[in-house]
């Protein structure tokens, strides 16, 4: 497809526009003139013979017939009017036929002479027509009246309004390049002002490169529709700025995180190295090696589970299983972690209830959400049950620990994202679990709610379409 600048086009499309409405408007200018002409010119033609008709009126012989020629005064009379005619009179003769009297002295009476007295009214018109044809069938119009015996012919020119339509197509000849030249020039510069602010955007947005994502396309523009999409582009930006700090501290978080192990292990094989080292110490320094290479695979394995998630290419099956399987698996764990502690682990799953999504997937969400539960609650119970609601499921894990302030609970989920930092460090914990059970469950078209209150515990519930 071929890219056109929209000026350019906007303009060409004015233009051929212009140029087609002003010949539209030019030819039915000179279509009504024209019209109006030959109005014009039959209603005169009309009057004329209407005169010539009173006229005739006047020499009826002295019975009230007429039968004579007419005289030379009305022929003087008519002539004087400017009138080309012929009057022509059809009357009985002697042997029973009928023969027409030429009574006008204006028309080219050389041809209707030669029509000879036989000749009927019809004829005379024909041959009127005929002569008329010869000196232009544009030029002249033909009327026929009838009166009794009589017939007014009059001829009509069109030359007079014949000049004025020549002359007023040659000016708008002339005039319809300088009209759409002109229109075009308008439209160039109307175009260009019009179009201001979408440049003005366009560059603006040009402009801001990866380094300065804070900065934003000025608003409003002075074109409602061009503010529109400065503000799409504006949410746009704000948008890949969030992705963009969101990326950096996490690659800064996940290098944080990857260094301390990193330097501890270092730290640990320098200790074990060294010659005073007994067997029974260099053990204990390597058993605390492979516990803490174990912590930072898992590290490295969530990190890449959240890597795949950014990439969609985590597969998340959706099949029907009972989540009171899970909940009860869950509870078995939470038992055994307990185990020691002054904490009561409580099923309150009564019946099977059945969840549409990945069985693998959940089953990773609820753990770590019960090992949460146990991990912050240092006395009192963990309770696991099933939740229904009209489209949904759920497993609540309602613990009585330590709770969450109000101020860490919008960012519980977030990667990295600690209450107490030091705290959850020594749990073993780095601040993905969350992330991770979120984001899991938000695959499957789930979410989790949290509830909690500081001193008094939180309840957990990880929601999942119904099957
Ligand atoms: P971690 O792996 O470090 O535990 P998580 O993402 O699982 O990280 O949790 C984020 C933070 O939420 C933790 O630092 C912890 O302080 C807090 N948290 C999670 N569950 C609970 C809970 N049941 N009670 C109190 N705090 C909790």
Not at 56 to 85: I, K, N, Q, W
């Amino acid at each position: 497809m071929t890219e056109r600048r929209l000026a350019s086009d906007l303009v060409a499309r004015f233009s051929r526009l212009t140029w087609i409405t002003l010949s539209a408007y030019a030819v039915v200018v000179i279509g009504a003139f024209a019209v109006l002409g030959e109005v014009s010119l039959g209603r005169s033609m009309g009057q004329t013979a209407t005169v010539i008709e009173s006229l005739l009126g006047l020499y009826a012989g002295p019975g009230g017939e007429r039968t004579t020629v007419a005289s030379d005064s009305l022929a003087e009379h008519l002539v004087g009017m400017g009138a080309r005619f012929i009057i022509t009179r059809t009357a009985p003769t002697a042997e029973g036929g009928r023969s027409v009297y030429f009574l006008s002295p204006t028309m080219p009476a050389k041809r209707i002479e030669a029509l000879g007295p036989d000749a009927t009214p019809e004829d005379v018109n024909a041959e009127i027509v005929r002569a008329v044809a010869e000196r232009g069938r544009w030029r002249y119009r033909i009327l026929r009246r009838p009166v009794g015996e009589f017939d007014i012919f009059i001829a009509g020119s069109r030359q007079p309004h014949m000049v004025a339509l020549a002359a007023i197509a040659g000016v708008v000849l002339l005039l319809l390049p300088l009209a759409a030249l002109a229109a075009r020039r308008a439209t160039r510069t109307s175009v260009g002002t019009a179009l201001a602010p979408v440049e003005r955007v366009s560059s603006e947005t040009q402009s801001i490169g990866p380094d300065d994502l804070s900065r934003r396309v000025a608003e409003p523009t002075g074109v409602i529709e061009v503010t529109q999409i400065a503000a799409a582009i504006n949410r746009l930006i704000a948008r890949v700025e969030t992705a963009h700090r969101a990326l950096e501290a996490f690659t800064a978080d996940a290098s944080h995180e990857l260094r301390t192990p990193l330097t501890y292990l270092r730290a640990q094989a320098q200790w074990a190295l060294d010659e005073r080292r007994s067997p029974e110490e260099m053990r204990e320094a390597l058993a605390a090696i492979g516990s803490e290479v174990e912590r930072t695979s898992k590290l490295v394995d969530d990190l890449l589970l959240l890597a795949r998630s950014d990439n969609r290419a985590i597969e998340v099956g959706r099949d029907p299983f009972d989540l009171s399987v899970i909940a009860c698996d869950a509870r078995e764990i939470a038992e055994a972690m307990a185990t020691g502690r002054d904490v009561a682990v409580l099923n309150e799953v009564r019946e099977p209830v059945n969840a549409l999504g990945d069985s693998h997937y959940t089953r990773q969400v609820v753990l770590n959400i019960v090992i949460n539960a146990v991990r912050h609650t240092a006395r009192g119970s963990v309770t696991i049950s099933l939740r229904r609601d009209d489209e949904r499921v759920g497993v609540a894990v309602r613990d009585t620990g330590e709770g969450i302030p109000p101020w860490d609970l919008d960012h519980i989920f977030d990667r990295f994202y600690r209450v107490e930092k030091s705290r959850s460090r020594a749990h073993g914990g780095v601040g993905l679990g969350l992330a991770i059970a979120r984001m899991l469950t938000e695959l499957q078209g789930g979410g989790i709610e949290v509830e909690s209150t500081v001193g008094e515990g939180s309840t957990f519930t990880v929601w999942l379409p119904t099957a």
